[in-house]
Antibody
Framework: QVQLQQWGAGLLKPSETLSLTCTVS????????WNWIRQPPGKGLEWIGE???????TYNPSLKNRVTISVDTSKNQFSLKLSSVTAADTALYYC??????????????????WGQGTTVTVSS | SSELTQDPAVSVALGQTVRITCQGD??????ASWYQQKPGQAPVLVIY???NRPSGIPDRFSGSRSGTTASLTITGTQAEDEADYYC????????????FGGGTKLTVL
């Protein structure tokens, strides 16, 4: 049973850098996309970005200038850094495993395993 | 376009059938996936691909697609199905972006 366990600082001041890490246990780290998603209080899900086991990244254009996602395959971990945070970055942050299929097309993509979530509050 | 549009809220009587829809240009060529989120919990994948259910998801949940609209259907809705439902897909432009719909709040009457 694959599990994602995430952790990181939950209270930040404006302009600080958010840092979260997600550890993958019970399954393979390769051949998947490793994602970060956030959910502001009372709002919907927003995809932040993803990284492959080889380190290839894709980011949400709305956050691209502030986001860095990295991977440590020796520890089966991937991490999120979001710089220059403001109150608008207050949210519940999730890590999730992404997978895909559909050969031949049409393709499909999905996130089948999620972390427990980490509440991050930005306040002066 | 990378947007996915959902109705904000839908209601259904206990035991009846409800359809939750998700509209977006990318869905013409890529299947949506669907997630159930209950208060205070992480999202749970309920449907992916053409109509695939992960292990443990009841068979009253099903998925379909027509044109640019994906649908999640719950047949014989139970009280425990009351939750927020999100659709999700990749952008079809080749940028490999993921996108979520705004979510649908399902109320079971």
């Amino acid at each position: 049973q694959v599990q994602l366990q995430q952790w990181g600082a939950g209270l930040l001041k404006p302009s600080e850098t958010l840092s979260l890490t997600c550890t993958v246990s019970g399954g393979s780290f390769i051949a998947y996309y490793w994602n970060w998603i956030r959910q502001p209080p009372g709002k919907g899900l927003e995809w932040i970005g993803e990284i492959s086991h080889s380190g290839s990244t894709t980011y949400n254009p709305s956050l691209k200038n502030r986001v860095t996602i990295s991977v440590d395959t020796s520890k089966n971990q991937f991490s999120l850094k979001l710089s220059s945070v403001t109150a608008a970055d207050t949210a519940l942050y999730y890590c999730a495993r992404g997978d895909f299929g559909g050969f031949p097309p049409p393709y499909y993509y999905y996130m089948d395993v999620w972390g427990q979530g980490t509440t991050v509050t930005v306040s002066s | 376009s990378s947007e996915l549009t959902q109705d904000p809220a839908v209601s259904v009587a206990l035991g009846q059938t409800v359809r939750i829809t998700c509209q977006g240009d990318s869905l013409r060529s890529i299947y949506a996936s669907w997630y159930q989120q209950k208060p205070g919990q992480a999202p749970v994948l309920v449907i992916y691909g053409k109509n695939n259910r992960p292990s443990g998801i009841p068979d009253r949940f099903s998925g379909s697609r027509s044109g640019t609209t994906a649908s999640l259907t719950i047949t014989g809705t139970q009280a425990e199905d009351e939750a927020d439902y999100y659709c999700n897909s990749r952008d079809s432009s080749g940028n490999h972006l993921w996108v979520f719909g705004g979510g649908t709040k399902l109320t079971v009457l």
